[in-house]
């Protein structure tokens, strides 16, 4: 089968994870690398294209796939020059920032065949794959009842101030919901059904004075099944550690922490699946960028095959934007 020839565009904290992904998958090859910054392509892999301008990029025939590991505020135009270009887009999280640079991506992506895939990667964590199994199939858990997560992180002024672009509303679109806690929101509205109404607070607790978003929320959620879930996730705990769900049955408890899946009921506790934390990257981010690009690249090659599409992120995304529409008006938002 066909390899596709790959182009990492942003090479700051998760572009280096792209180019481990990228040359593990069978079917891409690590064809260039881009960057605004010198310094940061000096580390690069000597035998790629190494380009400091996006245009170059868009430019090069020879490339078919963007990766686009770029501050948030340049997603959404990347991508979609990425599309009118003829190339298929890699998307790390965020989507958008906002409902209308969402709607604009959107309509872009629906003028074109180009495919896009969205770096959702815990969905393909073999913990959450399990769990999310289980909700289809054993009839034994009994109904669901609830579903709940934490996110329990910390960041540093410093890491701020590493980037100019990162606490600010304008470049980043919010601060934790929008950079850390995005995945959760996703797995919860994944696994508990549709989420079809937030309301969610949020505050800044530990950076008063270092930057202008949040570091701290909590939110309560309505499903269409009729369930309610919960959430809570902060940067202001030290140290990071892997993010929990847990999702109460009539029947047992499944609870994803320290990147394993338990199964809990009254006299038993199980271990049902364990994720692989010796990948590249930090260990509470999880292992599935590994997996999420290679089925993107292998679903390329088929033309066919299952990967995190533009589709698959679109509601989460807005469950996202509602959250912060609702600690901004103080009231329930519903989608």
């Known amino acids: 089968m066909k390899k596709f020839n790959a182009a990492i565009v942003g090479f700051g904290a998760v572009g280096p994870i792209h180019q481990k ?23 690069c892999n000597s035998d790629v294209k ?19 590991c770029t501050p948030h505020y340049l997603h959404v135009p990347m991508a979609e020059e990425a599309l009118k270009h003829g190339k298929h887009v890699v998307l790390e999280k965020p989507v958008a920032m906002s409902k209308d640079e969402l709607s604009t991506l959107i309509k872009e992506y629906e003028k074109n065949t180009q495919k896009v895939c969205v ?45 100019d672009w990162r ?22 509205n994944l696994l508990g059904g549709k989420i079809k109404s937030v309301t969610a607070s949020m505050s800044n607790k530990s950076l008063p004075g270092v930057i202008e978003v949040e570091d701290t929320a909590d939110a309560f959620f309505e499903f269409e099944n009729q369930m309610r879930g919960c959430l809570y996730c902060t940067n202001a705990y030290p140290p990071s550690s892997p993010f929990r769900i847990e999702i109460n049955f009539e029947n047992a408890l499944l ?12 006299d038993n506790a199980q271990v049902l699946a364990f994720d692989n934390t010796t990948l ?9 960028h590994m997996r999420a690009v290679d089925d993107f690249y292998t679903s390329l090659a088929a033309d066919k095959g299952d990967y995190i599409s533009l589709e698959d992120s679109i509601h989460s995304t807005n469950v996202m934007l509602a959250m912060y529409e609702s600690a901004k008006e103080n009231k329930k938002i519903f989608l």
């Not at 245009?55 to 686009?68: C, E, F, Y």
């Not at 606490?167 to 919860?188: F, M, P, R, S």
């Not at 590249?280 to 981010?285: Q, T, V």
Request: proline residues 2%; contains cysteine.
């Open 21 to 43: 992904a990228v040359e593990e998958s069978k079917y891409a090859n690590l064809y260039a690398i881009c960057d605004n910054d010198p310094k940061r392509l000096e580390g």
């Open 50 to 68: 190494l380009y400091s301008d996006f245009k170059q990029v868009l430019a090069d025939s020879n490339i078919h796939v963007i990766h686009i």
């Open 119 to 163: 770096m959702l990667q815990n969905r393909t964590n073999n913990s959450i794959v399990k769990m999310a199994e289980l909700i289809k199939n054993d009839k034994s858990l009994g109904k669901m009842l609830g579903i709940a997560g934490f996110l329990t992180w910390h960041r540093t002024p410093e890491y701020y101030m590493h980037d």
């Open 167 to 188: 606490g600010k509303w304008k470049t980043e679109g919010g601060g934790l919901v929008i950079n850390q806690a995005v995945h959760i929101v996703d797995l919860l």
């Open 255 to 266: 609870r994803y922490a320290d990147n394993r899946l338990y199964k809990i009921t009254d």
């Open 280 to 288: 590249y990257g930090k260990s509470y981010w999880g292992s599935g």
